[in-house]
């Protein structure tokens, strides 16, 4: 089959081959032929070195697609069954998964840096986050793998698989953001412009977007953004706004240790600062001791946004349905797996896109 294979850590473009293969589904596995896949900034940075990648590997973790071969194990799932797959796979029984963190289970998260689910012609290949849907198949888990309806469309479904899911979520899970709240979302980008539509759900009255791109703006504030500004402009807005006192809640979607620290600085005493970007692991925030604890503010992390994916892809569908989370608006561009690495290089560059698709046939 075809795919696009991560040859090394630091490669800037992705080497497309049709000598791939997987190997064999286990007993609680399930092979699945991708339909669709979302080209997300986690997979530049896991190209670039900032998130853990192994090489020789295939990249791509935000997919969908269609069930066609289940181990004798596996009981959730069957042949013929369309899913939207998911990077951090609940196990179900660990410590996290039984005290309602599943989207920190770290069971099949580990295994994925020590089984190779590839072969790049005879070169056993990982999956990238443990999937690697930048192929015309995959095996994962079932666990990894959520049931969805046969009328939702794929490219729907792998939206919600990563992007949407970890934008509305950081929202409505990890800060729990309450109606007529302000809400500052530092970067436009998929994951920025869901937390803005998770805002508008969570029913925010003031919903201030921050990017340098000014051509963002304009679709920011088509998903619900009631401001639009460049960081210059933030600490007028921040005054006029606010009277100073800050934000609610202050979400950074940019992992920066500059835009961690501007979030933390435009929220106001007792708010909310929740940082959704990936940043780097030698990436350093300085704060003082003193400002920790005179200031109040909560200060989160959010790893795919709080996620409970068994409950939140179905309501994220069932909002999707009732025309309240706009999905459809959110595809900027089709493309083909053949041009995977163009669409690398447009996200690269930090163009006006929101999530470009690769559709298979």
Aim: charged share 20%; hydrophobic share 45%; with cysteine.
């Amino acid at each position: 089959m075809k795919a696009a294979v991560l040859n090394q850590v630091g490669d800037t473009t992705l080497e497309l081959r049709d000598d791939v293969t997987t190997t064999d589904v286990g007993p609680r596995e399930i092979r699945v032929r991708v339909r669709a896949t979302g080209v997300c900034h986690s997979d530049l940075s896991a190209m670039d070195g900032t998130l853990p990648a192994l090489a020789p590997g295939i990249i791509g973790h935000e997919g969908a697609g269609e069930v066609v071969a289940a181990g004798d194990q596996v009981e959730r799932l069957a042949v013929g069954d369309h899913v939207a797959l998911t990077f951090v796979p609940p196990c179900g029984t660990c410590v996290n998964c039984v005290g309602r963190r599943p989207h920190l289970c770290s069971i099949h998260a580990i295994a994925a840096f020590v089984t190779p689910r590839f072969l790049v012609g005879d070169t056993p290949a990982f999956g990238y986050a443990g999937t690697g849907t930048f192929a015309e198949e995959l095996v994962v888990p079932a666990d990894g793998a959520v049931k969805i309806p046969a009328d939702v469309p794929f490219e729907i479904a792998a939206l919600v698989a990563c992007g949407v899911m970890t934008g509305v979520g950081a929202v409505v899970n990890t800060a729990r953001v309450e109606p007529g709240a302000t809400v500052l979302v530092l970067g436009c980008g998929g994951v920025g412009i869901s937390a803005i539509q998770g805002a508008r759900l969570a029913g925010a009255a003031m919903i201030v977007a921050v990017d340098p791109v000014v051509g963002k703006h304009g679709t920011a504030r088509h998903f619900g953004a009631t401001h639009a500004i460049t960081p210059d402009q933030l600490a007028e807005t921040h005054a006029t706004l606010t009277g100073s006192q800050g934000f609610d809640h202050a979400f950074d979607v940019v992992g920066a240790p500059a835009t961690i620290r501007c979030a933390w600085d435009n929220a106001r005493r007792g708010g909310t600062v929740v940082v959704v970007g990936a940043g780097r692991g030698d990436a350093m925030v300085s704060f003082s001791a003193q400002e920790l604890f005179l200031h109040d503010k909560r200060l989160l992390g959010s790893f795919y946004g709080g996620a409970d994916v068994h409950r939140d892809y179905p309501r994220l569908l069932a909002l999707w349905r009732a025309g309240r989370l706009d999905l459809d608006g959110m595809i900027s561009r089709r493309i083909t797996l053949d041009e995977i690495n163009d669409g690398l290089a447009a996200l690269r560059t930090g163009g006006d896109l929101i999530r470009q698709i690769v559709t298979f046939g």
